[in-house]
């Protein structure tokens, strides 16, 4: 099942499918920070990678392709204080049935449309609410897109907090497993949500494990605030020892409180960015003592995780 988006508050809706994304815009300091043009800015601004990892993936600067189509998956296994997706649509409210089909068509008819107007969309995110509770239908949407010959021109990117990835693939249909290996490369982009010492955090390991035994592309982040630099180190450590370069591909990103849905929320006073150094200084720090490479001193899409199934090399 899949949000209505006819029926969000969410902007640049464009059908119930699908709302329109631009990744990487100035005003909103949303930057691909480890690019020599936003050096300066690295510091000050969030990472939002997808047109970099695009660019790479299917050539091309990250410029042509700085426009996603975006879909919900209409369930999530968390309640995130700071989500900016209302409760209501994380619970299969104002949410329709559909097939990986009808989404790929709805997304080759607004790829139609788009470049009629002069615009190219060549990122198709599936986002929530959270995906990987359903991973077969991660594979049913790349069948699609290689059937409508778009899967070497389009960026498939799924959006996972990971602590249900490892029991839903148990109970998914049998093959699942095999068909997203087939991927090669799927990208996914994890926000960890649970710090070390929360109950969910072994759940968010153990699927992250599982995705690097896929050979999928991970991707990880967290909003660094209401992490301690303990919870920041003992990060490091677990990332490292699932794969030593995981821990720089890390983004650190202050979650961003000022959306509608946020409005009557209760507890936010925790996520809002304290006083003094930034979450991603103090994970600078860590990757400069540990490994003698600055946070995003290479752009996450160039460090390389070697085979997973055998550890990564450095």
């Keep these: 099942m899949l949000t209505d988006l006819t029926k969000t508050k969410l902007g640049a809706v464009q059908n119930r499918f699908f709302r329109l994304f631009v990744p990487v815009k100035r005003s909103r300091l949303r930057l691909p920070t ?3 043009e936003f050096s300066g800015m690295r510091h000050l ?3 939002s990678d997808s047109p970099v990892l695009a660019a790479a993936r299917l050539g091309g600067h990250w410029s042509d392709h700085n426009l996603a189509a975006i879909c919900h998956v209409a369930a999530c296994n968390l309640r995130c204080p700071y989500c900016y997706v209302e409760f209501r649509h994380l619970s299969a409210q104002d949410s329709f049935r559909t097939t990986a089909a009808d989404l790929v068509g709805a997304f080759v008819a607004l790829r139609r ?3 009629e107007a002069g615009e190219q969309v060549s990122i198709l995110r599936i986002s929530g609410g959270e995906p990987l509770l359903v991973p077969e239908f991660v594979a049913d949407v790349h069948d699609e897109l290689r059937r409508h010959d778009l899967a070497e021109i389009c960026l498939l990117k799924v959006e996972s907090n990971m602590t249900a990835f490892a029991y839903a693939l148990e109970s998914a249909p049998a093959g699942t497993t095999a068909r ?3 991927i090669g490369g799927l ?4 926000t960890i949500h649970p710090t070390p010492d929360d109950a969910d955090w072994p759940r968010v390991l153990m699927g992250l494990r599982r995705a690097l035994e896929l050979g999928i592309d991970v991707y990880p982040a967290i909003g660094g605030a209401g992490w301690s630099d303990a919870h920041l180190s003992d990060l490091y450590a677990a990332l490292a020892e699932l794969a030593p370069d995981l821990p720089l591909r890390l983004a650190v990103r202050p979650f961003n409180l000022s959306y ?3 409005t009557t929320r209760r507890g936010l006073d925790h996520y809002a960015v304290p006083a003094g150094p930034s979450p991603s200084m ?4 860590l990757t ?3 490994r003698g490479r600055r946070y995003l001193q290479c752009p996450r899409h160039l460090v390389s995780l070697g085979d997973p199934a055998k550890g990564a090399a450095s």
């Design 34 to 36: 480890g690019l020599p």
């Design 288 to 290: 400069t003592a540990k």
């Design 282 to 285: 103090r994970w600078e720090q």
């Design 113 to 115: 449309e788009r470049q």
């Design 260 to 262: 509608d849905a946020l």
């Design 45 to 47: 601004a969030t990472l």
């Design 187 to 190: 990208a996914v982009h994890v």
């Design 180 to 182: 997203l290996h087939s």
